[in-house]
């Protein structure tokens, strides 16, 4: 069970840590960008600064596990669910307010899958985090693996507010679609215009109507799907982790099977948020690049991902 209070909670917690400076918040300027051959809107977050933040190879920043004693200042909860499984920390580095992370208070590896637990969890806290009426909404994502963008390895969602009015690719691709599992038969929705491959679900309208089991089974139908690229690949990709990303809002799931964090050529690395369409840039000439050619996005996307797969139909194999 939820605190009934969460998103006060949640404020409260934020507003204390930010103003005696445990949130490092760090100010970026967006721009909107749409791509004029996929249609797609990315809001771009330009924020120079976090260029003195430490990166995953960072050798004290990987021997540390900052979720293991969390800062009291950061903590929202160490008990979430009342069962002991998941604590909810602040981000001490967002670049969006509220930025919240689900972690396991037992470690478990960022490597591993989701559980049927730590699904609906994610769900539970969107349903409560979630206002229609005032047009906030958020979404839960897990980067897994290095492959995925991710930097710490500790097992953690995150929470975020989607900027308002913004709408990912994700959200026109469900329209009008009704919830289905995914099996032989039907499979996960594709944007064929996104150059990247991602596997889309849409979601039950009413939340009483998705469950444990509901969401662990989507998941594992999409994960299949994904992890079906690590057996394709190897031979062009010797090197090759096994790492995606999975991103749920309360209309949808979607994951993306990754084949690498960043782009060095572009100078840019994408977690979970990048194949939404909210794009973090620490580079100014990277921002002048996708300035001048916001397609320019979609094929990094691609770079970091695997090539879309909409209208294929899987073989035996695969499954
Ligand atoms: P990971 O999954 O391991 O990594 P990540 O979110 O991709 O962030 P990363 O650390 O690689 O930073 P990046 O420069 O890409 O999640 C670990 C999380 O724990 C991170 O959120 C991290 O900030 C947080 N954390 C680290 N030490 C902590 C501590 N001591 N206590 C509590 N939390 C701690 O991105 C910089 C920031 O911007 C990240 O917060 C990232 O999530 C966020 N971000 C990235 N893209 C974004 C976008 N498009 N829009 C909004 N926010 C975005």
New binding site residues.
């Given amino acids: 069970m939820l605190p009934e209070n969460l998103s006060q909670l949640v404020s409260d917690t934020y507003a204390t840590a930010a103003a005696n400076g445990h949130v490092q918040f760090?100010e970026?300027a967006t721009n909107k960008f749409k791509d004029p051959k996929t249609g797609i809107q990315y809001?771009?977050?330009y924020?120079p600064s976090?260029l003195k933040?430490p990166?995953?190879a960072d050798q004290e920043?990987k021997a540390s596990n900052?979720?293991e004693k969390?800062?009291p200042e950061?903590t929202v909860s160490t008990d979430i669910t009342g069962d002991g499984e998941y604590k909810l920390?602040?981000?001490?580095?967002?670049?969006?307010p509220e930025?919240v992370?689900l972690v396991t208070n037992e470690y478990k590896q960022?490597t591993s899958p989701l559980s049927p637990k730590d699904l609906i969890t994610a769900y539970s806290l969107l349903d409560k985090l979630d206002d229609e009426d005032e047009d906030v909404r958020h979404m839960a994502?897990?980067?897994c693996g290095p492959s995925?963008?991710?930097?710490?390895?500790h097992k953690?969602l995150?929470l975020?507010k989607l900027p308002q009015k913004f709408t990912p690719f994700q959200d026109r691709l469900c329209n009008g679609r009704d919830f289905f599992l995914p099996d032989v038969q039907n499979e996960p929705l594709q944007d064929n215009k996104v150059a990247f491959s991602h596997f889309v679900v849409p979601l039950p309208e009413e939340s009483s109507k998705v469950d444990e089991d509901t969401l662990a089974m989507v998941y594992a139908g999409l994960l299949q799907r994904a992890l079906t690229f690590f057996q394709n690949w190897t031979d062009e990709k010797p090197r090759l982790s096994v790492g995606y990303n999975f991103m749920m809002t309360k209309r949808w799931v979607c994951m993306v099977p990754r084949s690498a964090?960043r782009s060095d050529e572009q100078n840019i690395?994408?977690?979970?948020?990048?194949y939404v369409g909210?794009?973090?840039v620490?580079y100014e000439e990277t921002l002048k690049n996708i300035t001048e050619n916001p397609h320019l996005i979609d094929e990094v996307l691609l770079e970091c991902g695997f090539p879309n797969t909409a209208g294929q139909k899987p073989t035996e194999y695969h499954y």
């Fill in positions: 760090t970026s809001v771009v977050s924020a976090l933040k990166e995953r920043a900052p979720f969390p800062e950061l920390l602040l981000n001490k580095f967002p670049v969006v930025h992370l960022q994502f897990y980067n995925s963008g991710s930097s710490l390895d953690h995150q975020l964090a690395g994408f977690n979970a948020t990048g909210l794009v973090l620490k």
